[in-house]
């Protein structure tokens, strides 16, 4: 009976294998992901999907157009338009058809533009229906009247005529390419022309609905009954295709040698064309299988991705690329299984066995049918308790260990349990009860066929065939063994709660590592070579054992906080490493780590202590707590993905103005130093392993970590050149620079440019120049004015006493001595030399005390009035607020307005004159002196000075006024002179009075 069923199992796994299938034809064919609103997409209203150069997908409705690169959505909206189709060429132009003719889309700022349609217009009995692109990147629309296709050089769709076609008419939308042929059809007849050659073929079928081509020579058609044909242009001939429910078709795509994916609006199937069989494809999604029984449209792009838009959402996955398995249930179940996988295990017919917290599951991979034994949780008969620790297949039998009770023998075939045999008499009695009160980690196989089951406090020894039970004591067994690795020399490894233990083959402990830490629990192991071992813990640390000691150090730092809790070498060489964050891949030769998380189909849950199978059929299988993953660990490639990074965005201070779009490199004022940029990376598999990097050229040649941001701002930025560039990684070690850096140059302020630096250096130059040569030409004018001063000030003291004033001086004394004056003449003679002394002590300064310049003044008018017979009178007053003593005045400043007075006023009056001096502080610093006389006035003395035949020519009014205009000038001061003519009360001449203001 058991060979009848070994060879019934044989004919069905080799059917499967000459139909192009596994052998493990009932697990999932495709483990998917989906995008959905979670995403940020809009999924109820699609028509078609398409990817572009950059990765962008693109996402057609009615009306409206959505693009998605991973992370993000951007809505376009059509001018509400009815859309057609989409279509993308190999440049990463997009294209759409409208109501009105077909568009074009230039860049986010302006949107679509339409394109110029030559030949037989469109109109509405000719409207551009669906869009194709054939290898040589030509674009081609099909419409009611034939064919367009875009012309470069002209920059338009021109209408292109079939030949014997020129007035057909095609009232179907119907449009796909295979290569280089275009097909379209009508109602009743299916076309086929070649770009190339321009030939065109044609096949009769009424009822036509779809058309999708097989081949270049082959399409498969859909009339209006959903039947299914094959239609073949080379032999011209229609034939019913078999296999397939009425259904529509939506596109064929090949995957490897005769096997096709076939999609229909009722779901995925494969098609193997040798066999002409096909098979309904189970596409999982995070574990769970989803319905496949209702698809709409579909994209197979460059990447080998299929994308289809189904009532999930959009699913996507590379049907020609194995990938890791998940499982959390079958529906072919006979109950709903438990997801908390504790133990895998095979048997000789290929079936694989869980053992989880509620009993133990058969999982046949030829039917896909799952059996389940979940026992009475009383203990009635089977197992005594329905959680599962460890079940290994001898065989011919199961070893199972429950969480609470004794191992049990399951025979699969009989699907029977009995117990273990134990020693007889007392001893297998007290041996039994202990196994019973016994919690066990679990059942290791050793190489000499038997089993060791590792218990909370000791270790068992199950003898192979005979199922006979001893106990291996030793005093480590406490310490909670929970994993084990027998070397080839029999002796062990053991992780424990309390460290890592090296034990011989008669169970004596040579060495104990208690010193692990964080923590001492060990969890997994992995023997290297004969002195070395992998030890799993938080952390994965390397072991090497020496004759003396243990030497342990932590490898893989980026996992040195993650519980690892499985490791296992692969046919290749590689080890795979279970740990929190899901698993890893490392390769010895390029030492290289590879992460594989819940994106990459691994179950989101931690994996179990020792629930690892490797499959005869090559198949891994791992249980966790929340299902069952599988794959074949020499078909997962490494990841090695191209990823497509570009800048999104610039904004400048703020300002999302789209530099993008400017000529690079960007120009920026002095001002404008503030610059953010966006990027990102169009991947979809698992865009949360995205991490990025940037530098900025001219400021930091250097790499920068970002993690998963991607916008990075730069503020202050000094003028100069600058070029952005960004890369994105999977691993933190394979970068992806951006192909399109982003060049730009911060203008320094005109102060500081070059032009105007030149243009500064000549004009503070010729400032300077100019300023040097006024300096040279004010030190000449201040030593001109000193040498007029200094001449000024010789020709007052010189007409101060000029040889006249001295003639008549001598003269007087003379005639006083003839007269026998000599009182007289000895008062004249004293006066006229003290004042000639005090003239020639005050030329020797600039400025003289007032108290000396009014001393001087008093001499001079004393010897004028002697000379002429006191003939006026003179009254000198001085304000209480002039402090004569203290104030410097420049000297003989006020003698010769005396003078004049006299001279020219008082000497032509007939009476006695008076001469009156008032000297004052008109301010703080302005001195006022006033010298009044009631002479004749200037006007009568001009008259008298002109009869006199031997006038005196007076220069010592003239000489002071000179004297002043200087001293205003050199010493930058407001000294004046102001002469007033007196009147009477009959407006008659009555004197002169001079005001002369002086700074002091």
């Known amino acids: 009976?058991?060979?009848?069923?070994?060879?019934?199992?044989r004919f069905i796994v080799t059917l499967f294998q000459l139909c192009g299938f596994t052998c493990l034809a009932q697990l999932p064919d495709f483990n998917v992901q989906v995008l959905n609103e979670s995403n940020g997409i809009k999924t109820s209203d699609i028509y078609r999907i398409i990817k572009d150069k950059k990765g962008f997908l693109w996402i057609q409705s009615s009306r409206h157009l959505q693009r998605f690169d991973g992370q993000n959505v951007k809505r376009i909206e059509t001018n509400g338009e009815d859309l057609h189709d989409i279509a993308a060429d190999s440049s990463g132009v997009i294209y759409i058809t409208t109501e009105s003719g077909i568009e074009r889309y230039v860049n986010d700022i302006k949107g679509f533009e339409p394109i110029r349609i030559t030949g037989r217009g469109v109109k509405p009995d000719n409207k551009l229906n669906k869009l194709q692109v054939t290898p040589d990147n030509?674009?081609?629309?099909?419409?009611?009247?034939?064919?367009?296709?875009?012309?470069?050089?002209?920059?338009?769709?021109k209408h292109y005529?079939?030949?014997?076609?020129?007035?057909?008419?095609?009232?179907?939308?119907?449009?796909n390419a295979k290569g280089y042929n275009?097909?379209?059809?009508?109602i009743d007849t299916v076309f086929t022309v070649n770009t190339r050659s321009k030939e065109v073929r044609m096949v009769p079928l009424p009822g036509i609905r779809t058309v999708v081509p097989f081949s270049e020579d082959v399409a498969w058609a859909t009339n209006h009954l959903l039947q299914n044909f094959e239609v073949n242009f080379k032999t011209r001939s229609v034939k019913r295709i078999s296999g397939l429910p009425l259904v529509e078709l939506n596109s064929i795509n090949h995957l490897k040698g005769d096997n096709y994916l076939v999609n229909t609006r009722k779901g995925c199937y494969k098609y193997n064309k040798t066999a002409k069989a096909f098979t309904k494809v189970t596409l999982y999604n995070s574990g769970n299988e989803l319905p496949n029984d209702e698809n709409y449209t579909d994209y197979f792009d460059s990447d080998s991705t299929f994308w289809l838009v189904c009532q999930e959402g959009i699913v996507f996955f590379r049907p020609l690329e194995h990938?890791?398995?998940w499982l959390r249930g079958l529906k072919n179940a006979d109950r709903e299984w438990n997801n908390n996988i504790r133990a895998v295990t095979e048997d000789k017919n290929g079936n694989i066995w869980l053992g989880t917290v509620e009993g133990f599951y058969r999982l046949n991979l030829v039917d896909g049918k799952v059996k389940s034994y979940r026992p009475d949780v009383k203990g009635h008969k089977g197992l005594p308790f329905p959680a599962v620790r460890s079940l290994v297949h001898d065989g011919r039998n199961l070893i199972i260990a429950p969480e609470k009770g004794e191992p049990v023998i399951f025979d699969p075939v009989a699907e029977s349990f009995r117990s273990l045999k134990y020693p007889q008499g007392m001893s297998g009695t007290r041996l039994r009860k202990k196994m019973q009160n016994e919690l066990i980690a679990t059942i290791y196989r050793l190489h000499n066929g038997g089993h060791l089951i590792v218990g909370e406090e000791t270790c068992y020894f199950i003898e192979k065939d005979t199922y006979l039970v001893s106990e291996r004591y030793f005093p480590e067994a406490y310490h909670n063994i929970q994993t084990v690795a027998e070397e080839k020399g029999g002796n062990f490894w053991m992780g424990s709660y309390r460290g890592l233990l090296y034990v011989n083959?008669?169970?004596?402990?040579?060495?104990?590592?208690?010193?692990?830490t964080p923590s001492l629990l060990i969890t997994s192991l992995l023997i290297q070579n004969d002195s070395t071992i992998w030890c799993g813990s938080v952390g994965l640390y390397e072991v090497i054992r020496s004759e003396k000691s243990l030497k342990r150090r932590l490898i893989f730092p980026q996992l040195r906080n993650q519980r690892i809790t499985m490791l296992y070498r692969d046919k290749t060489g590689k080890t795979w490493i279970g740990a929190d964050d899901g698993l890893y891949r490392y390769d010895h030769v390029s030492q290289k780590l590879e992460w594989f998380d819940v994106w990459d189909n691994i179950q989101n849950k931690r994996f179990n202590l020792n629930a690892l199978k490797e499959s005869r059929s090559g198949y891994v299988f791992l249980g966790g707590f929340n299902g069952l993953n599988y794959f074949k660990p020499e078909e997962i490639k490494p990841i090695k993905e191209k990823l497509n990074v570009s800048i999104s965005n610039v904004r400048v201070n703020q300002d999302d103005t789209m530099y993008l779009l400017r000529p690079a490199p960007l120009e920026l004022n002095w001002?404008?130093?503030s610059v953010e940029f966006q990027y990102l990376t169009t991947y979809y598999r698992n865009p949360q392993k995205l991490t990025y990097r940037y530098r900025m050229i001219g400021l930091d040649s250097n790499w920068s970590l970002n993690g998963r941001n991607n916008k990075v701002r730069f503020s202050s930025l000094s003028s100069g050149n600058y070029t952005f560039t960004v890369a994105a990684?999977?691993?933190?070690?394979?970068?992806d620079e951006t192909s399109n850096p982003f060049s730009f140059v911060i203008l320094p302020p005109i102060w500081k440019r070059a032009w105007f630096i030149g243009l500064g250096i000549l004009v503070t130059g010729g400032i300077g120049y100019v300023i040097f040569r006024g300096r040279i030409r004010a030190i000449r004018q201040q030593i001109t004015m000193r040498e007029r001063v200094s001449e000024i000030e010789m020709r007052a003291l010189r007409a101060q006493m000029n040889p006249h004033f001295i003639f008549n001086c001598l003269n007087s004394i003379n005639r006083y001595i003839v007269k026998s004056d000599n009182a007289t003449a000895s008062l004249y003679l004293t006066r006229f030399s003290k004042l000639i002394r005090l003239i020639l002590e005050n030329s020797n300064s600039k400025k003289v005390l007032l108290s000396n310049e009014l001393e001087a003044l008093r001499l001079y008018i004393e010897m004028e009035g002697i000379r002429f017979d006191n003939k006026f009178s003179c009254e000198i007053f001085l304000a209480d607020n002039v402090f004569a003593d203290s104030i410097e005045v420049p000297s003989l400043i006020i003698q010769p307005y005396v003078e004049n007075a006299i001279w020219h006023g008082l000497l032509h009056q007939e009476t006695n004159g008076k001469l009156l001096i008032k000297i004052s502080m008109l301010e703080e610093t302005v001195l006022q002196c006033v010298v009044e006389d009631n002479g004749v006035g200037r006007e009568k003395a001009r008259e008298f000075k002109s009869k006199s035949a031997t006038s005196k020519k007076s220069m010592g009014m003239k000489l002071t006024e000179d004297r002043i205009a200087i001293l205003n000038q050199y010493a930058q001061t407001n000294a004046s002179v102001e002469i007033i003519d007196l009147m009477d009360q009959n407006n008659e001449a009555s004197g002169t009075q001079v005001i002369i203001r002086i700074p002091v």
Not at 1 to 9: A, R, V
Not at 729 to 734: A, Q, R, T, Y
């Open 323 to 325: 990938n890791i398995g």
């Open 161 to 175: 005529p079939l030949p014997g076609l020129e007035n057909h008419r095609f009232y179907r939308r119907i449009f």
């Open 505 to 516: 083959k008669n169970f004596k402990t040579l060495y104990n590592d208690i010193s692990f």
């Open 182 to 186: 275009l097909f379209i059809a009508d």
């Open 671 to 673: 001002q404008e130093n």
């Open 729 to 735: 990684s999977l691993d933190g070690v394979n970068w």
């Open 138 to 157: 030509r674009i081609w629309a099909n419409s009611t009247k034939g064919l367009y296709s875009y012309i470069a050089g002209e920059d338009a769709f």
């Open 1 to 9: 009976m058991n060979c009848f069923k070994n060879l019934i199992t």
